[in-house]
């Protein structure tokens, strides 16, 4: 499968603890997206690396949220200090970039939180 | 503030019947705007999109889209459902002179469809 890969698939923890994802976009992708999405909603942006340069934060993501892609390639975003409210879906999307036009963003499976 | 908004959280429709789902946005300037589709236990997967050009926009399995920029709209249509639809369509927006990268999704529209 060469889509987009999110690691763990489902994660449960108590509140407190430290909690980290991973994305491994599709290859030759240099831009990579993080967005959470609750119940009922749609997905909200989090943050964006382009390369290994993280380039855009959200205000959703607060001091307990950081998100590394040290090589440029997978990426992994940690929580620390869980709270019941970062129970979520945390969906990773990746796309190409060229010059001119916006490309597609290519969504993966994500990670759904739950934190007791 | 840039937004999008869905008004529909939940449809129910009969197979074989017409369809739109209603989107509205709220952006200044030029806007890029788009239709997601999530089919149960699957990933997001890009409908269609709209840049420029031809308002009517079509997309993947018979879907349809019209931008309407003097109503800020970018409904969904298909003329004729399949249970197949059964899915949740998130309507998304971009402003390509505000960020890169960020889409604005809205809360999404829940199709039932009955076979």
């Known amino acids: 499968d060469t889509g987009v890969s999110q690691d763990p698939r489902h994660k449960i923890t108590k509140r407190g603890q430290n909690v980290t994802f991973r994305c491994d976009p599709i290859?030759?992708?240099?831009?990579l997206y993080w967005y959470r999405q609750t119940l009922g909603q749609g997905p909200e942006f989090l943050t964006y690396?382009?390369?290994?340069?993280?380039?855009?934060k959200s205000r959703l993501l607060s001091d307990r949220f950081s998100a590394e892609r040290p090589k440029g390639s997978f990426s992994t975003l940690e929580i620390q200090r869980t709270e019941q409210g970062d129970s979520a879906m945390y969906l990773c999307?990746?796309?190409?970039?060229?010059?001119?036009?916006?490309?597609?963003?290519?969504f993966g499976p994500g990670t759904r939180l739950t934190v007791l | 503030a840039q937004s999008v908004s869905q008004h529909n959280h939940h449809v129910i429709l009969s197979e074989a019947a017409s369809l739109e789902l209603g989107c509205n946005y709220s952006?200044?300037?030029?806007?890029?705007l788009f239709w997601y589709v999530q089919y149960p236990g699957q990933h997001l997967q890009l409908l269609l999109k709209?840049?420029?050009?031809?308002?009517l926009v079509k997309g993947i399995k018979g879907f349809e889209a019209e931008f309407i920029k003097s109503k800020f709209s970018f409904n969904l249509r298909k003329p004729s459902v399949q249970w197949s639809d059964t899915a949740e369509y998130f309507c998304?927006?971009?402003?390509?002179?505000?960020?890169?990268?960020?889409?604005?999704f809205g809360s999404g529209t829940r199709l039932s469809i009955r076979p």
């Open positions: 999307a990746s796309s190409p970039k060229t010059s001119g036009s916006y490309n597609e963003q290519f």
């Open positions: 290859s030759e992708h240099n831009r």
């Open positions: 690396f382009q390369n290994e340069a993280q380039l855009e």
């Open positions: 952006y200044g300037g030029t806007v890029n």
């Open positions: 709209y840049f420029s050009g031809d308002p």
């Open positions: 998304a927006g971009r402003s390509p002179a505000s960020s890169a990268s960020k889409i604005i």
